[in-house]
């Protein structure tokens, strides 16, 4: 079983057939009910891998457990569990060890080998986005692109990047979202423009990492946030030039605890410094004419000429716009009042 189990594996870089092969050799060969292995990946806290084989056969109930650490250089990364009706003798196990003992290394180039190619997978995407923020686009159209392109890359469940204002009392936002895991931050109404975690992020000179609270602790106001929107774990970096803060980058995982990677923090905070270059070096008479930022706040009109000889109108019709077209009472001016009537003269009595 050894030898031609190791024959297969050699040359194979892909973990998945590396696992799928294992397991089922293993499950045959030993006629066992059911053969498993579960890794972790010490270069991505975010990967575990689970492969199981099941014997086609109906049998009865396994009654023996045999597990067994996958080490590499003293250290455990993973175990292959056997079970089966009989218990294994003596010769299996010696046999299963020296398959572990091979397996360890051949998993390990294998796992190097995903990370590698997923690595290349976002450089290209980096590039990508670089030659997009070149390109004479609208800065509009090249956000929603880079939104876009950047929550692809990194697998997010959301991706927003939040463009502020000189005072930062107001915000524009493009958005991307898995629209087949996660409703879009629009349906919670968010961001808002009392958000903590927009807040912390434009004031933090560094990225943002925040997890949802434990269930019956204390929660901040930042988790109370995540809980609203179905956040499990965020990510946060400022759009900050040597000029101002422009906005933020955020990127959300609802469906696990997810671990940002310094690999991961790098790559958005290089995507942050890209944007927050270009909107520096906007043209101020196209941001004067195409503003990228739009208040959310109600702009009540200002007539021409001195707001001391505004019209009783014209600030009517203002409150009544501020007011949501409520009604607005008024006391109106009357006429000048009538004289009192004059009493009428008492008419004399008849004389017989």
């Known amino acids: 079983m050894t030898t031609a189990l190791l024959n297969k594996l050699t040359g194979v870089k892909d973990l998945k057939r590396i696992l799928e092969t294992t397991v089922k050799e293993i499950g045959e060969t030993l006629t ?16 575990t891998s689970i492969c199981e084989y099941k014997s086609p056969a109906e049998e009865a109930d396994a009654h023996a457990t045999l597990t067994m650490p996958l080490e590499l250089n003293g250290l455990s990364f993973g175990s ?19 398959i572990v003992g091979e397996l360890g290394n051949i998993i390990r180039q294998a796992q190097i080998s995903d990370i590698i190619q997923r690595d290349t997978f976002r450089d290209t995407f980096l590039v990508e986005i670089g030659n997009v923020m070149s390109y004479s686009l609208g800065i509009g159209d090249a956000l929603f692109m880079v939104v876009n392109i950047l929550g692809k890359a990194l697998q997010a469940s959301r991706c927003l990047f939040i463009c502020t204002d000189e005072d930062q009392t107001g915000w524009k936002c493009y958005e991307f979202w898995q629209q087949d895991k996660v409703k879009s931050c629009q349906e919670f109404r968010w961001p808002t423009t009392d ?24 929660a901040s106001p930042v988790q109370e946030e995540l809980q609203l929107i179905g956040v499990r774990s965020l990510l946060g970096v400022g759009l900050r030039s040597t000029v101002a803060v422009h906005g933020c980058v955020i990127l959300q995982q609802c469906d696990y605890r997810r671990a940002w990677t310094r690999k991961e923090v790098d790559m958005v905070q290089s995507v942050a410094d890209k944007v927050a270059e270009a909107l520096v070096k906007l043209p101020a008479e196209k941001r004067n004419r195409e503003p990228i930022m739009q208040l959310h706040q109600r702009i009540v009109p200002r007539k021409e000429g001195d707001q001391e000889n505004a019209s009783v109108e014209f600030l009517r019709n203002a409150l009544k716009g501020a007011l949501g077209q409520q009604t607005i009472p008024s006391a109106r001016a009357l006429a000048q009042p009538p004289p009192p009537a004059k009493p009428e003269a008492p008419i004399p009595p008849a004389i017989p």
């Open 195 to 218: 958000s903590p975690v927009v807040a912390q992020t434009l004031l933090s000179a560094w990225p943002l990492i925040f997890y949802e609270g434990q269930l019956g602790a204390y």
């Open 80 to 98: 292959i569990t056997v079970a089966r009706r009989d218990k294994a003798s003596e010769a299996e196990i010696n046999s299963l060890r020296i």
């Open 32 to 47: 066992a009910e059911s053969c498993q292995i579960m890794l972790s990946n010490p270069l991505d806290p975010n990967v």
